[in-house]
C-alpha cells in the first residue's frame, strides 16, 4: 500500500509564501499522480494542482502563476510552493496519491496540513 503524510503549513499574511510537502511511503513506485486538494470550511474539497510521473503538471486556474507543484523523486515528496498567497487560499491542503497497486486501482489522503492566509 501508499501512505502520504503532508506538512509545511501555517499562517502566513496575504502576499507571502509557504512550501508544502507530501511524503509518500510504501510501494511508492506504484503511484501515477500525486495531487494537492484543499477544502475550505462550508466549500468542497477542490484539486489544486497535480503531477503526474512523468513530470506533467496542472493547475486550478485560481493558483497558476502563484503555485508551483514538483517532486523529487530520490526523497519520494512532493512540493506545492505557494506564492503571493490570499485569504481565499485558507484552507485544508491534502495531498492524494493515485496509482495501481494490491492489484487495484487506489487512492491514498493524507490527514490534512492547515493553510491560513491573513489580510
Known amino acids: 500500500q501508499v501512505e502520504v503524510v503532508e506538512s509545511g503549513g501555517g499562517l502566513v499574511q496575504a502576499g507571502g509564501s509557504l512550501r508544502l510537502s507530501c511524503a509518500a511511503s510504501?510501494?511508492?513506485?506504484?503511484?501515477?499522480?500525486v495531487g494537492w486538494y484543499r477544502q475550505a470550511p462550508g466549500k468542497q474539497r477542490e484539486l489544486v494542482a497535480s503531477?503526474?510521473?512523468?513530470?506533467?503538471?496542472d493547475y486550478a486556474d485560481s493558483v497558476k502563476g502563484r503555485f508551483t507543484i514538483s517532486r523529487d523523486n530520490a526523497k519520494n515528496t512532493v512540493y506545492l510552493q505557494m506564492n503571493s498567497l490570499k485569504p481565499e487560499d485558507t484552507a485544508v491542503y491534502y495531498c492524494?496519491?493515485?496509482?495501481?497497486?494490491?492489484?487495484?486501482?487506489?487512492?491514498?489522503w493524507g490527514q490534512g496540513t492547515q493553510v491560513t492566509v491573513s489580510s
Open positions: 510504501g510501494r511508492t513506485f506504484s503511484i501515477s499522480t
Open positions: 503531477i503526474t510521473s512523468r513530470g506533467s503538471t
Open positions: 492524494n496519491a493515485r496509482g495501481y497497486w494490491d492489484d487495484a486501482f487506489r487512492a491514498s
